[in-house]
């Protein structure tokens, strides 16, 4: 697939992959824990607050009346303080907990009626799930732990394990299927628990603070690690965090959660540039960097670029090679003249005109002390990626959209390591 | 003033009565049935001569603990001076008697555990009757034991599988509560059947705390073969009840070592049966 923009990998953007059918649709959930949930909802229904109804009734209003869409293929991360009801709301989906009220519908089908029978065949062939401390079974084998969805569906041992065996070696763990779980590192573990939950294939995947019990640099990997094989396997994504870095890293879109409702659901852009009520704005500016950090920060390397001396050939071959869809163009300074576009190049070498006369100059460049605040809407804006320019319009650098926001959960970590 | 006593024992006494009336052929069922295995049990265990089961406890202790040769070599020692004091045939019939107790109790104590742990009406319902049994003076089994069997192995047996059971239920019970709740998670994420998580989850994480419930069961089982001798139960245990009742301290200190040297060759195979993985 061609994508806009010297970058190689850019996630897929939802619309090119998916039907519009949503693959989870949350309707009006709610859930109260405790002996009357009626009493609960009476109450909350007379505008009483979550604590109120606590200390009247003794039962929790854990979720209230959330509704949302996933589509397939996206990451939806579901985000807010603890105790707001995130993992309520996950263990809802795949009902490990059943909803007081509400429906969820999983490929259109509402979980929550399903007899045990159905539902059980619902969370063997289209759910999995992972666990923020791993929960890998301590008896068992790393190749057995990961055997065990395909083992509770009846696929015989051999078959069983060697799917398991191929995606152990898919999450970097091929040849640790002999060891047992307690002989591994925390990181190595939840490279487990993914494993288990991607060897029954299910659509979807549940991930309720998956890495939040590693350290920072371990969970940055897994992070990279998920983005990764999210861009191979393309599954949906449902993401459990109390951190916004993380959110705004890996999901597509982001919901905030607060005291068992969702407060506003967005891009992680929309988030970042318009929080929408007063707890959002805070969550954000606890972590808004991106008033404290620039351009150089963010960029990466200006690989690959074109010199405008060579031909278009030349522009033809580097856009194949990194499957990217337009390269900018440089001149013998360094000095950015551009970018080519692959179908503008196509039609140069078809007619034999030179690189120069198809350059696009109307691209969207910054300075490499420019604020993120300002490259996040520059690039919201535009369809190729942004390059950062010095004061002599030599290209220092590259910012795509993916990027920045990894960039930004990874100097949000750096900071506050220094702090 | 005297108050007209109750007529508590005649009423106790209709009742055994009316129960050996009614459920005659099924106590007699049980007798024979415990009588059977008991003697099976230790039938075997003298068939086998004396040497080659030293050898082959002490094979059984090195490979269970992991290749632990002073405990293996130990085991031996133990076993021989058994021997050597011709206590060999009694300590037979003590280990049959255990053994068979051990293995009713478990029979009775592990599916109850499992439901216990399943059901919190069920747990509500036991817990006062363990208690009860727990607080009960291990003599006071003698009675209903002797009242239906008689005397001889078989109600020692019987008495000796009541006072053992309470631990390897509770045990049972709490080793299943308590496996930790994202496990249990797991295995309902993943689409187990009841089944399925309790034989693949459950069952295999419960395993370290619901042999320390074994292993009790067993150490019980060992503590009670003294007082079931009082009843009419052999083995070492009435050797050491003849040695009191003749103060014949010698005897009495030979078998009561004798048991000794069983229960720890017992203790430590429960011990070491399963190993104990980290939690995490
Ligand atoms: N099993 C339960 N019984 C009673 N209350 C619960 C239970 N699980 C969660 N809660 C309550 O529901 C609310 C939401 O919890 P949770 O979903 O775990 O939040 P989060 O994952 O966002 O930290 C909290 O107030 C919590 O105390
Ligand atoms: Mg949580």
Redesign the pocket.
Known sequence: MKLEGSVIFEKASIEDTTSPQPIISVRNLTKV??QNPEKALELHRKGRS?HEIYAETGS?L?LNNVSFDVMPGETFVLM??????????LRCINRL?DPTEGEILIDGEDIVGMGQEELRETRRRKLGMIFQNFALLPHRTVLDNVAFGLEIQGVPVEERQKKAEEILRMVGLGGYGGSMPGELSGGMKQRVGLARALTSDPDILLM?EAFSALDPLIRRDMQDELLDLQQRLVKTIIF?T?DLDEALKLGDRIAL?KD?SIVQVGTPEEILTNPENAYVEKFVADVDLTRVLSASDVMRRPEPVARCTAGPRVALHLMEEHDIGSVFVVDRWRRLRGLVTLDDTLKAVQAGRGLEEIITTDVPTVALDTPLTDIISVIAGSRYPVAVVDDENRLQGLIFRGTILAALARKGEDINATA | MQLPKLPLGDAVEALVDWIEQYFGWLLDAVSAGLGFLIGGLQGLLLAIPAPVLILLAAVLVWFVTRRDIKLAGLTALGLLLIWDLQLWNLAMLTLALVLVSTIVALAISIPLGIAAAGSDAINAALRPVLDFMQTMPSFVYLIPAVIFFGLGNVPGTIATVVFAMPPALRLTNLGIRQVPTELVEVADAFGSTPRQKLFKVQLPVALPTIMAGVNQCIMLALSMTVIASMIGAGGLGYQVLVGIQRVDIGMGFEAGLAIVIIAIILDRITQNLVPQYENR
Do not use: E, R
């Open positions: 824990f405790g979550k929790t854990a807010g303080l603890s105790g707001s009801g995130k993992s309520t709301l907990i309720d459990v109390h959660m068992g």
